[in-house]
């Protein structure tokens, strides 16, 4: 079924006689201050996504050199590095840091390649030594 556009439908039921011109002409300011509402949201979004864009490509840059920048800053940053990467507090224990809670989005990040060794050439290698030589079939009973 075509999908056909709320303002050629208001068209059509005011030159059907559905419609009286009264009903058409409030229909029609609706549906236009909607397209002006929609006009400025793509407007803010528009003007958004260059922002956003620098934000993903600096944090990107940060967090694939984020041990040299660790080491290069000064104390304080450090403090705020590691504040930013776990939220509550770290314990020194027994010789282990250990911390109740990891940021989420830091945690993410770390799981990203966790799946990825399933897949890998090296263990599919191990894998095809399995399986029988071309040609033939396992029996089946």
Known sequence: M???HPKIRADIKNLDGIWDDDTYLKTKEKLEASKNEMVVKLDRLNTLAPQFSS???NSTNLLQNLGDFYTDCDTQTQKKLVGSIFPD???FENNNYQTIKI???VQLLFNLGVGLKENSPDVNSELSSLAPPVGLEPTTL
Request: net charge negative; proline share 0%; charged share 25%.
């Open 103 to 105: 940021n989420e989005a």
């Open 55 to 57: 934000y993903v490509t």
């Open 89 to 91: 507090k770290i314990y």
């Open 2 to 4: 075509i999908e056909v």
